[in-house]
């Protein structure tokens, strides 16, 4: 991993950070509040934070060194990213949520929403990350 994909990584990683917040803290929030029993308490979780940052950054540098895997020349970096989101929401998000869904008792809507929020965020992240590692030059 050069440098460029390190801090295109590093990058991801803070954007996968804050774009869980909004979905998971804002936006699902007070879907999460109404099922207490199944998460840890809000001051507990304080305390796991570092755990998630380094899963974000992980993520983040993972998600970058796959997408060089597979970068393809001379297409175009916007078609590129958004089908490279895609194909991680396809094989990770949607999946994790639905097997989420079938061991624990979570409403389908809010899994329904799980599924598109981080489903747009992964093809969002797809789109920066293919931008970040484009070459000189490419569009």
Not at 70 to 98: C, E, F, I
Request: proline content about 4%.
């Amino acid at each position: 991993m050069d440098r460029k994909c390190l801090l295109a990584g590093l990058a991801t990683g803070v954007l996968s950070l804050l774009a869980g917040f909004l979905v998971h803290g804002q936006l699902l929030g007070a879907e999460y509040a109404k099922l207490g029993n199944l998460f840890r308490p809000q001051a507990q979780q304080a305390t796991m934070f570092p755990y998630m940052v380094v899963a974000h950054l992980i993520f983040g540098l993972a998600f970058a060194w796959v997408y060089l895997q597979g970068k393809k020349a001379g297409v175009g970096t916007l078609g590129q990213g958004a089908r490279y989101g895609l194909a991680v929401a396809l094989l990770a998000v949607v999946p994790m949520y639905l097997i989420y869904y079938a061991v624990q008792p979570m409403p389908g809507t809010l899994v329904a929403k799980q599924i598109l929020f981080d489903g747009v965020v992964m093809v969002l992240l797809g789109i920066a990350i293919a931008y970040m590692l484009r070459a000189p030059g490419e569009a």
